[in-house]
């Protein structure tokens, strides 16, 4: 019987320490706040800044599908600066989602830390560290951008990435249905017996061999 009683007792006692930490669990959870980024010409969301020597953890949803969102640390660069006077501040790129992408860092100060810390469908969990930046004016802000590309622009960037620079023609070849006509062309680039293999070396010495015979 006494083993019993024992039993019981230390059961109620699991059960209310597990009771004890689920609760403080939610509540650690609940107390992140989030943030939303602005629709497109509407006020900018400011964040509140991190203690100095601290961090600030928030979750970010997700930028529109089509628009690019932008986290950013805006420094006055003179007393009583405007948001609608942006040259009056210095800013500092720290993350971006753009077409409902995850975020992720931007190249600048921020680029080396690990801020991003996990993503689900809608929203990603940020960890912003002390901001390199002791101006008590200074703010976290998120900003909306439209953001629209057409076909030829997007087939011309894809080629200024691939090779070693875009023509009308080549362009031109990748036509308007771009999801299609570029895996095609990766595929065709790693064929030699479509794409024939074309060597730097090669292209030097015959462009330095023709500019020697128009010298003579």
């Not at 964040?47 to 420094?75: G, H, W």
């Not at 009056?88 to 600048?108: F, H, K, M, Q, V």
Request: proline share 8%; net charge positive.
């Amino acid at each position: 019987m006494v083993i019993i009683i024992c039993f019981g007792n230390l059961m109620r006692s699991i059960t209310l320490l597990s009771l004890i930490l689920t609760s403080r669990l939610k509540l650690g959870h609940s107390a992140i706040p989030q943030f939303t980024c602005p629709t497109l010409g509407s006020t900018p969301v400011k964040i509140p800044l991190p203690v100095f020597n601290s961090s600030r953890t928030f979750y970010l949803v997700k930028s529109q599908s089509d628009s690019l969102c932008t986290l950013n640390c805006l420094t006055p660069l003179k007393p009583k600066a405007a948001l609608a006077d942006m040259d009056s501040w210095d800013i500092i790129p720290i993350a971006r989602s753009y077409l409902n992408n995850d975020w992720e860092p931007t190249a600048g100060p921020y680029a080396a830390k690990q801020i991003l810390r996990s993503c689900n469908a809608n929203r990603c969990k940020l960890v912003i560290p002390s901001l390199p930046t002791t101006d008590p004016n200074a703010i976290l802000l998120l900003m909306s951008y439209s953001y629209s590309i057409d076909t030829r622009s997007e087939a011309a960037r894809f080629l200024e990435q691939a090779t070693f620079g875009p023509t009308r023609e080549s362009v031109a070849q990748l036509g308007e249905d771009l999801a299609n006509t570029m895996p095609n062309w990766i595929k065709n680039q790693m064929d030699p017996n479509i794409v024939p293999p074309s060597f730097h070396r090669e292209t030097y010495r015959r462009q330095v061999g023709s500019a020697m015979k128009r010298m003579r």
